[in-house]
């Protein structure tokens, strides 16, 4: 049987010594092909989650395995190169650097992965205009509304189509119609084998959701 592209096995997180744990030892496979729902009630960890399965974060107890490996036990520069290679990640606020480019502010994290920039600002670009955007490519995000940026966001995570797709409450400041196409566009990352994870407390990404999972 294939591994999933995302897993984690007895997973335990604090933020700090005596503090209070998060996860209960929580099991949970995120299959390719799926959009997971992460719910919970506020203080349950659904954006922490993401973040130690995104390995931003170290788990004091469990494992966080990627394609079958377990990895979040790995050196600091071997974490960075899966984070390049395996992991796309949607903050919650977009979280684009304000003195870039939209186009910039896509391609930058890939280059960490060591892609060639030509071929990044191509599939960027082809990317933006998926989304809708693709005619603010040479704005600067305080030029975009936040529902673009979001978009923006989404096309920076899908940029070299790593297997994982983590999104924490990507839709919690949009309106309904920005809600439908930043869903659309996570929908059709799944349809294409990825495997999308979101951290969210919203009845319309969860009653669109494949799989839910609830701390």
């Known amino acids: 049987m294939t591994a999933a592209p995302l897993a984690v096995r007895d997973l335990r997180f604090a933020y700090r010594r005596g503090a209070e744990e998060l ?11 799926a ?8 203080g349950r960890g659904k954006s922490t989650l993401l973040y130690v399965a995104g390995l931003m974060l170290k788990p004091i107890g469990g494992q966080v395995l990627i394609e079958g490996q377990r990895a979040d036990d790995r050196p600091d520069v071997q974490r960075s190169w899966l984070r390049a290679t395996k992991l796309g990640f949607v903050f919650q606020d977009a979280v684009l650097d304000p003195t870039r480019t939209v186009l910039n502010s896509v391609i930058e994290p890939a280059l960490y992965g060591r ?3 030509k071929r ?11 989304l809708g955007v693709g005619q603010r490519s040479t704005h600067k995000p305080g030029q975009i509304s936040g529902g673009q940026a979001q978009r923006v966001a989404i ?3 899908l940029l070299t189509s790593p297997p994982v797709i983590l999104a924490d409450e990507p839709t919690g400041n949009l309106d309904a119609e920005n809600t439908d196409l930043v869903l659309d566009a996570l929908h059709a990352a799944a ?3 990825h495997t ?12 669109r959701a494949d799989r839910v999972v609830a701390l």
């Open 191 to 193: 349809a294409a084998g």
């Open 196 to 207: 999308v994870v979101i951290a969210t407390h919203d009845p319309t990404v969860l009653n």
């Open 115 to 117: 892609a060639k920039r």
């Open 120 to 130: 990044l600002v191509s599939r960027a670009q082809e990317l933006l205009d998926d």
């Open 155 to 157: 096309a920076r995570a």
């Open 23 to 33: 996860f209960d030892g929580l099991d949970a496979n995120f299959p390719a092909g």
């Open 35 to 42: 959009v997971t729902a992460v719910t919970g009630s506020s």
